[in-house]
Each structure stands twice: as structure tokens, then as C-alpha cells.
């Protein structure tokens, strides 16, 4: 007899050819029999779409050849339950939410690295996936640099956990010192992989910091998943207002929610005396979020902790759970729930 374990561990390996998410997770694997001389494997499809069971077969055939004696009988069965599991959907995630910029230097991953410790500070259960391939920094603002030995089997890999955060970043695959240097189909084929190889799971929140600009990385994302919202990350300036907005518009293309602004270095607060400078403007991320019909989520001063909280690798909403910084980012918190409660009203 083979043990089911092990037939199963080996189905995991088989794709969906259309969401390209494996069949075992899909719930796409009904009733597993053994007789003397033969297997029978019961395969469950949303409809009945011949094509579709076709080519399942061939693959589910390809995987398990060799692996065991005798006759292997694959048979099918509609279940229409399963018709939103053909959503693409991470296993175990509830919502994935896009950090985004139209371009560098506004301080996403900053924003993204402090909302993701607010939000667990909240209870929930939060992973942080760093999208930005050729210029990964989330690892640092947890004091891990370049390559990390992470947990991984033939297929899967495991994310690191940092401060009960779940935590995966293309930099802790490489060298410090080692260049990427690739073309958008395989920039593409790494968010795959880093979405559905890694076990994120029980997710209340998989934050996604994307890398600068309207790219490849930030459509293959849009494509490959099902986003429940996208929040905007702007300096008050109005350069960089005008590249939040094409940033902004590229979601609105792919209809992907936009769950709202957030506005960082609105002000500069001195260490000595405490009072807020306007170094940079005013009103931007308000007037960028009316543009999209929007809301402005918050504003984060800057902060020499916040700043020092960058090199030390411990998030300052972390670090003072009672300053300025972590009362910003909880108003956020508060605000992005409110969001996503109205979107899904």
C-alpha cells in the first residue's frame, strides 16, 4: 500500500494550468482509493470543462509515473463549490494590500515595515513580502542582512519571522554585494513563486512593498493575484504627487481598489524643542486622495527616530509604542479597516 502522504505531498506538485496554484491546496483532491493492483484518484473541478480534465490528467499521470506499482485510475467530479477557489487567492491569506510609489525615496518600505507592525501590535497575523527586486530593504529595517538560511523542501519555501511577523524579501536569497540583473518575464516568475512557493500560512494581512514606478513587477502582481486594496505612499511635494498619481491611476487601470493615502515627512518635528517644521509643502496626500476619489489614510511626521529606527532594524512603532510615530500609524490602522470594510459592503 502507499501511504496517501505520500501520493498527495506528490499531487502538491501538480499546477493549475490556468491560476497556476497546486491542485492539493485548491481543494481540488477528492477520494483517494486503494485496491490491490490499482489507485483510484478522484479529481473535483468547479464545471465540467473537458479540456480542462485533460489536461489535469496528463499532468496528474506525469507526476505520479514510476512511483508506484500497478494501475492508476483518474476519475472526475464537477463540484461547483469549488468554483471560488479558481479565484487567485494565497492559501490561508485573507487580505494582500499593495504598498506602492510612484517613485523612490518617499519611504514605502518604511511606511509598509511600521503599518505591518501596527497591525500585528492589533492582534492580527501579518507577513510582509518585499516586491522591490533590485532594491529589497525591509530585511534591513529588521536588522537582517543579505543572505538568510530559510526553512525550504523541494517545492516551498518558508518565510523568516521577525518580531511574530512573517517576513519574505528577494535579498535574503542573495549576497549583499550580488547584482540582479533581470528582464520582466523573470522578474514576473519571482512574484509567482515568492506569492505561491512561499507558506505564508494563517494571514489576517500580507502586506506587498512594491518597488518605484508602474512596471513589470507591480503588473505581473495584478495579475498572478487578486488584490484587496492598494495604499498609496506620497511626500507632500508636488513632484512626487504627480508620480503618486501615476501610480494611483495604474491601480485604478487594473481596478484594483485604492484603499487610500498616505502622506510621510508631512513634517519635520525637531529633537530639541519638539515644535513641527514644514520642510517640504503641505496638503499633498490630501489633495492627491481627492483626486482619486480617495481617502487620506494619515500623515507621519519625520522623526530622528525614525530615521535611527532604519539603521538600528527595529521598527520605531516597535521600538516606542507610545510616541508620535506609533499614534500615526495606529490612526492609519484604524482608517485602512474602516476602508476595507467599506469596499466590501
Request: include cysteine; charge should be neutral; charged fraction near 25%.
Amino acid at each position: 500500500m502507499v501511504q496517501e502522504e505520500f501520493i498527495r505531498k506528490e499531487l502538491a506538485k501538480v499546477k493549475h494550468p490556468e491560476n497556476k496554484r497546486d491542485i492539493v491546496s485548491l481543494g481540488m483532491i477528492g477520494e483517494i482509493k486503494q485496491e490491490e493492483g490499482k489507485i483510484t484518484l478522484l479529481l473535483k473541478t468547479p464545471v465540467n470543462d473537458r479540456k480542462l480534465q485533460i489536461g489535469l490528467e496528463a499532468q496528474v499521470r506525469q507526476q505520479l509515473k514510476g512511483l508506484f506499482p500497478g494501475k492508476l485510475i483518474i476519475k472526475f467530479e464537477v463540484d461547483p463549490s469549488l468554483e471560488a477557489a479558481d479565484e487567485n487567492r494565497i492559501p490561508g491569506v485573507k487580505k494582500v494590500i499593495a504598498i506602492g510609489s510612484g517613485k523612490g525615496g518617499v519611504g514605502k518600505s518604511t511606511i509598509t515595515v511600521n503599518l505591518a507592525t501596527q497591525l500585528k501590535e492589533r492582534g492580527y497575523r501579518v507577513g510582509i513580502l518585499d516586491a522591490d527586486i533590485y532594491g529589497p530593504s525591509v530585511g534591513k529595517m529588521f536588522g537582517v542582512q543579505g543572505r538568510v538560511p530559510l526553512q525550504a523542501d523541494e517545492e516551498r519555501i518558508w518565510p523568516l519571522e521577525k518580531n511574530k511577523l512573517k517576513i519574505m524579501s528577494f535579498s535574503f536569497l542573495l549576497n549583499e554585494d550580488q547584482p540582479v540583473v533581470w528582464r520582466g518575464p523573470m522578474l514576473g516568475k519571482a512574484i509567482e513563486q515568492f506569492l505561491y512557493d512561499i507558506v505564508w500560512g494563517e494571514l489576517d494581512f500580507l502586506l506587498v512593498d512594491l518597488p518605484p514606478g508602474t512596471g513589470d513587477v507591480q503588473l505581473s502582481l495584478s495579475q498572478l493575484i487578486n488584490l484587496d486594496g492598494a495604499v498609496i505612499v506620497t511626500t507632500p511635494q508636488n513632484i512626487a504627487i504627480l508620480d503618486a498619481s501615476r501610480a494611483a491611476a495604474m491601480f485604478q487601470q487594473v481596478k484594483v481598489p485604492i484603499l487610500g493615502v498616505v502622506e510621510n515627512m508631512s513634517e519635520f518635528i525637531c529633537p530639541h524643542c519638539g515644535k513641527g517644521s514644514q520642510i517640504f509643502s503641505s496638503g499633498g496626500g490630501d489633495k492627491l486622495s481627492q483626486t482619486f476619489q480617495s481617502v487620506l489614510l494619515g500623515q507621519v511626521p519625520l522623526t530622528m527616530d525614525l530615521m535611527k529606527a532604519g539603521e538600528e532594524g527595529i521598527p520605531v512603532v516597535e521600538k516606542d509604542k507610545q510616541g508620535v510615530i506609533a499614534k500615526a500609524f495606529q490612526s492609519i490602522s484604524e482608517n485602512l479597516e474602516k476602508e476595507l470594510k467599506r469596499w466590501e459592503a
